[in-house]
């Protein structure tokens, strides 16, 4: 993507010119109704800076890896999946996400919840929870309750 001095906002979530990435919920894929637009990308300095939306009712992967996240809520309320805890976040927030924590996002009931997300280009592979680690994870009632989308 060229980089423009401007690109403007759609008063939608949408920038300018900027593609529209729509998920597929294909399978056993573990989020649910994700949009991602690149919004910046420079190999000089290595970031990447995206937008997500996950519309009402959807999820995002729930998932860990190496690279830290810092992530601005933009749009909407809801909430987080941090490591062992389950936080509400509005707009405006910044919740910033260790490496190796596991995290999922989740709008409040009835809107979308969207949010701009700093990354580094090269970065590892998210990795799902396997068996033991949603075992893990149910143990406490809280986080079961937020995976089972109550
Ligand atoms: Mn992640």
Redesign the pocket.
Known sequence: MKTKAVRPFSGDFRWQDVELLRYKDAGAAPFKDVTRQVLFEDPAIAAQLRYFEVSPGGYSTL?R?QHA?AVLILRGRGRVLVGEEVLSVETNDLVSIPGMCW?QFRPAAGEPLGFLCMVNAERDK?QLPGEADLAGLRRDPRIAAFLDGQ
């Open positions: 998932e890896h996240h995290h998210p």
